[in-house]
């Protein structure tokens, strides 16, 4: 069963830094590629970006590009989105996707809420 | 504003039909990207509904179906039901953007 797992709720300051996790099991997951999905309060889903962690090859939507980091660790299936400077409006719910060819989500996560406030 | 539209809200009573519009461009949908659908319960994480614009996931019933044509891709939802109230997202790929597009997302009220 392929499953994607989300580290839990953080909540930080701004200017603080912080680093997510996504773990996946169920399938080889090096053969996939993992997408961070933004969910703003009230709002629809962003897409944010896509790493192979095969290759570590990583795609920034123009939006998000600069903003965070995308990275993995192959060696125990788990996928990262990381923030050196958080911003109040980074508050949001975060998900993880798998994808075959980065153009899709199939499987999601369960999501990781980040409350970023003073 | 988001790379496809959606309506922001449909509603129909139990039972009926209901169907969600998803339009975009010759950037996306328009040049053969397939569209999937997501589907967001209350308070819960997204789950793939249809994938490649008509094709069922297992598990997901066959009152959803899907389909596409040129520029835009509809949601049908057949026989509907209390537990169907969600928001319902499309999704594509946009050559302009370089990457994966949402609709805005169209909220299911079941009367």
């Known amino acids: 069963e392929v499953q994607l797992v989300q580290s839990g709720a953080e909540v930080r300051k701004p200017g603080e830094s912080l680093k997510i996790s996504c773990k996946g099991s169920g399938y080889t997951f090096t053969s996939y590629w993992i997408g961070w999905v933004r969910q703003m309060p009230g709002k629809g889903l962003e897409w944010m970006g896509f790493?192979?962690?095969?290759?570590?090859?990583?795609r920034y939507s123009p939006s998000f590009q600069g903003q965070v980091t995308i990275s993995a660790d192959k060696s125990i299936s788990t996928a990262y989105l990381q923030w050196s400077s958080l911003k109040a409006s980074d508050t949001a719910m975060y998900y993880c996707?798998?994808?075959?060819?980065?153009?899709?989500?199939?499987?999601w996560g369960q999501g990781t809420l980040v409350t970023v406030s003073s | 504003q988001s790379v496809l539209t959606q309506p922001p809200s449909v509603s129909g009573a139990p039972g009926q039909r209901v169907t969600i519009s998803c339009t975009g461009s010759?950037?996306?949908?328009?040049?053969?990207?397939?569209v999937h659908w997501h589907q967001q319960l209350p308070g819960t994480a997204p789950k793939l509904l249809i994938y490649a614009n008509s094709n069922r996931p297992s598990g997901v019933p066959d009152r959803f179906s899907g389909s596409k044509s040129g520029t835009s891709a509809s949601l049908a939802i057949t026989g509907l039901q209390a537990e169907d109230e969600a928001d319902y997202y499309c999704?594509?790929?946009?050559?302009?953007?370089?990457?994966?597009?949402f609709g805005g997302g169209t909220k299911l009220t079941v009367l």
């Open positions: 999704q594509s790929y946009d050559t302009k953007m370089r990457g994966v597009v």
């Open positions: 996707a798998r994808s075959e060819m980065a153009t899709n989500t199939d499987y």
């Open positions: 790493i192979y962690p095969g290759d570590s090859d990583t």
């Open positions: 010759s950037s996306n949908i328009g040049a053969a990207y397939d």
